[in-house]
C-alpha cells in the first residue's frame, strides 16, 4: 500500500472513531506536574512534609525561637534527649515474608476501652504558648481519631473549659501533687466531675529541671516583649498577632488560686511525694491511675504491687534528670517484672511510625507522644496535629506490612531488637 493509501486510510478511520473535540480541563489536570495556585486557606508548606522531622523544622519558622527552644529542648546538657532518640536508631526489625498483609489493623485496647491507634496525647503545660488555639486543637484531633487525649494541671484550657469545648474526647487529667493535699483534692474533685476518666500522676519531677536553652533565650512565662523578642517579632507576626488578639496565656486550672503564673509554677512540684500518696490518691479517685515517670524495675513493681492500672516508662522526654535511664532500654525488663498485672506505655523520643512499633514490639501496650504533635501544632495549629497523626498512622500500617505482622496487638518482641550500636 502505498503512502496516500495510509493517509486517506487514517482520515477515514478518524472520521468515524475519533471526533476532535476542545481540550478539557478534566484530561489535561491528571498530566500537569505542577497545580494551579490555590487561593484558599490551604497550607502548602505543611501539606509537603512528609515526615515529623519535616514537621519540626516547619515549625522552627512559624514560632519565636524562645517557643520552639521550649518544647524541642530539655534539661542541663541535653543527654537524656539524645540517648533516648537514639535508642529508636539502634531498632533492628525482622521482617517475615509471605504473609497476606494486605488489611492491618492499628487499633488496641488502652484501659479497657478501644483506641483507633496505639498513641496517647502526652500531658504538656502552657500549651497555648505553641499555638493559641492549644489543648483545644489537640483534643479535637484525638477525639477524630478516638484516640486518649491528656489535658496537663499545667494547661492552659481547665479541666471545665476542656471538657466543654470538646465534649466527647476520651480525656485523662495529669496530676502534679501540690505540697496543699487539700488543694490537690479540689483539683481531682473537679477533673471528676468534668468527665475526665483517668488520673495521670506525673512523679519525675520532685524539683524543676533545669532548662538551660530557656534561661539563655530569657524565656518568661508569660512570654515578654523583650527587644531581643521585639526584633524576633518581625518575622513570626502570625505567632504574635495570634496571641495578643486572644485572651492572655494562663495556667486555667489552677486560675482561682489567683497566683501568677511563676508561682503557680514553682508550688506544683513538691518534692515530698511519696508511695503513701498514690494510697492517699486510690482512696479519693475511684476510676484509673496512671503513674507517669517510672524508670526503675523496683518501681514499677512496687506500684503494680499497690494496685495501679498502668505505667509510663517516661524520662519525662529529658526534661527533668538529665542521663538517667533511657526508657527504650528498661522497657523489656519493666514489662517482664510487673508480668501483665498492670498496662505499661511508654514515651520520649516517639517520631515516626516505625518508633511506635518499636515500642510496641518492646512490650509497650500503647505510647505517649508529646513534642511529635506540638511541632504540628506550632507548623499548623489543629491541621498540623491532624498531618503528625496521618504520617504516624501511614507510616505504623507500612511497618507492619513490611515486617509481615497483621495487627499491633500481635507486634512483638519476635521481630524487634536493639543493636549494641546503630
Ligand atoms: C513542652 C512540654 C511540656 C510538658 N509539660 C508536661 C506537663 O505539664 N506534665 C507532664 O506530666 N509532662 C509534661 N511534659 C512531658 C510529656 O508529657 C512527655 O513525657 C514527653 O513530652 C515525652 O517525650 P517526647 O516529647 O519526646 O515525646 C511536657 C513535655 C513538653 C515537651
Redesign the pocket.
Known sequence: MGCKAVLVRERCYMHTHLKRQFPRWKSIKPLLGWSLPAFGREDKALNRCITLEEIRLLSKKRVPRAVFD??DGGANEEISIGRTRRAYSRVEFRPLVLRDVNTVDLTTTILGEKSSLPIIF????YTRMMHYTGEVAVASVATKHNMVYSL???GTFSVEELAESVPDVRRWF?LYMWSDRARSLEMIQRADKAGFSTLVL?VDTAVPGQHNRDVRNGLTIPPKISLRTFLNMSTKIKWWFNILTTPPLEFATLRQEGLSPSEAAARVFDASVTFDDITWLQSIWKKPIVV?GVTSVDDAVRLADLGVDAIVV?N??G?QLDGGTVPLEILPKIVKAVNGRMQVYI????MSGRDVLAAIGFGADAV?????Y?YGLMAGGAAGVEKVIAILTKEIESTLQLTGVTSVKEFNSDSVRLRKRD
Open positions: 521550649y518544647v502526652a500531658p504538656t503545660g496537663s494541671t499545667m495529669q506525673t507517669k517516661s519525662h522526654g526534661r514515651d520520649g523520643g516517639i505517649l507522644i508529646g513534642r511529635a506540638l
